[in-house]
């Protein structure tokens, strides 16, 4: 049974620091398992009966199943099941950490058919699945042969209060400026971005290394 394969990797110090990390999930849920182990097991069950079957239980109660259950995802190759499987799964993506980790590389190579998805996840009213569709657009749609100028505006336009939601935004927008900064600059001046989103964005691209130190120049001007 993958809980007790989950609960015999278990680190209390480790599950009290994850919980800090993640204050919105109840502590029992968190056994304490770290991420190569994770990524260890998934390797181990990928393509196995054992793995469709616990694919097939949701909701998970343990938050390390849901890390298992992203991990899985992610090495899956055949697009259109993966998408099948992660439409299945974003409904009980209820904290950042998961939403983050699940990032399938199949999507990397069906760009075209991905984006009108990306948009439907980013107009969702559920917060890790608005989160995970602009975590989407930024991994994916930064490239010079996926970017569009027209993309940040999408970002921009979701006028949402959830705290990860706007820290997504801010990050895409950071990430935005160390790629495709003609078209992401204007967005870092009064009015384009609601302020808060407007100023951690800045923030994160002056802590970023990929942004350059003339740029960041300008960025402090802005804030």
């Known amino acids: 049974m993958i809980q007790d394969r989950l609960l015999a990797l278990r680190d209390e110090k480790y599950a009290a620091f994850t919980a800090k990390l993640i204050p919105n999930i109840d502590p029992s849920r968190i056994v304490g398992v770290r991420a190569p182990q994770l ?34 995802l992610n090495s899956m190759r055949e697009y259109a099941t993966v998408v099948e499987e992660v439409e299945r799964f974003l ?71 959830e705290f990860y939601v706007k820290m997504m935004q801010a990050w895409y927008f950071a990430t935005a400026l160390a790629k495709q900064w003609d078209a992401t600059e204007p967005f870092m001046h009064e009015g384009r971005l609601p302020e808060w989103v407007r100023r951690k964005s800045i923030q994160k691209a002056l802590e970023s290394f990929r942004v350059s130190d003339l740029h960041k120049s300008h960025l402090r001007t802005l804030r």
């Open 91 to 161: 409904p009980y993506v209820d904290n950042w950490a998961t939403c983050d980790s699940l990032s399938p590389k199949v999507f990397a190579r069906h760009t075209a058919e991905l984006l009108p998805l990306v948009r439907r996840w980013m107009a969702s009213r559920h917060e890790y699945t608005c989160r995970f569709g602009i975590g989407m657009l930024m991994r994916h749609f930064l490239a010079p042969d996926t970017f569009r100028p027209d993309f940040p505006q999408w970002v921009a336009a979701i006028g949402r209060d």
């Open 39 to 72: 990524a260890q097991l998934a390797k181990e069950l990928k393509g196995s009966a054992v793995a469709r079957e616990f694919l097939a239980l949701l909701p998970h109660r343990f938050l390390e199943e849901n890390g298992l259950h992203a991990a899985l």
